[in-house]
């Protein structure tokens, strides 16, 4: 899940100066990666309870035919970062700069035997061998950024959460926006650390799925939680 908060006091050389007039509104924008149109209680699920997701449902706008440009998360993200398809820019595939040895050894072992025995995987074919000719890994530096955007009409911005969008040095999300970052930047990592407290958090293993590798190993590299400011998170909701 990704948080992305604008808020609209106007900042200039980092010295806060006059608010936006009250007709240019603060914006908050939630990304649930995978969420599927029934999995909350206001779209029809009757399993799941989902009050405070509904709350923003039924006291907002409910979208009921909107759909997300790609049903892989990075480039999904794209799409919704810049305004635009991501197979404009060639970045419709997982944004990853190359695969770890180890990563492939223990894909081979652990998931591509499995496709002969389990009728769900069947159909999944990844290209771990991409043709880097034909499409780019990452955020290209000339897309333009929501965030970017709205800091030319004067907002500050937050991201917190899940990056996802490339890890070169030039990609990060301070560098494409955003004034505070409190962020990781694989496609996934948890927020809490071992021993899990599986009386607040389900802590659920699946040996025969993509991700369970990057899931469940320690944090670290593009896994690790980082945080990047110019601002204190308080001050979008506070100003101080």
């Known amino acids: 899940m990704t948080l992305l908060v604008c ?80 197979n404009r820019f060639g970045c419709e595939y997982m944004p990853y700069e190359e695969f770890d040895p180890q990563f492939l050894s223990w894909l081979r072992k652990h998931y591509f035997h499995l496709r002969r025995t389990v009728p769900g995987l069947r159909a999944l074919k990844p290209r771990l061998g991409l043709n880097r000719s034909k499409y780019t890994t990452g955020l290209p530096p000339g897309e333009l950024t929501l965030a970017q955007l709205l800091k030319t009409n004067g907002y500050t911005t937050g991201l917190v959460g899940k990056w996802n969008l490339g890890e070169h040095n030039s990609n990060h999300p301070y560098q494409r926006g955003y004034d505070y970052c409190y962020y990781f930047d694989a496609a996934l990592t948890r927020y809490v650390d071992d021993p899990i407290d599986t009386s607040r958090y389900v802590s659920q293993h699946l040996p025969w799925a993509f991700s369970e590798l990057p899931a469940w190993i320690p944090r670290g590299g593009s896994t690790q939680i980082r945080e990047v400011k110019r601002y204190r998170l308080s001050y979008f909701f506070t100003g101080r």
Not at 70 to 81: E, N, T
Request: hydrophobic share 35%; aromatic share 6%.
């Open 7 to 86: 808020s609209n006091r106007l900042h200039k050389e980092g010295n806060l100066v006059a608010p936006i007039p009250a007709e240019r509104p603060n914006i908050i924008l939630i990304i649930a990666d995978d969420l599927g149109y029934s999995d909350l209680a206001s779209y029809g699920n009757t399993a799941i309870q989902t009050p405070n997701m509904d709350g923003l449902a039924h006291q907002g706008v409910r979208f009921t035919r909107a759909y997300v440009s790609s049903p892989i998360c990075g480039p999904s993200r794209m799409g919704i970062m810049t305004g635009r398809y991501q």
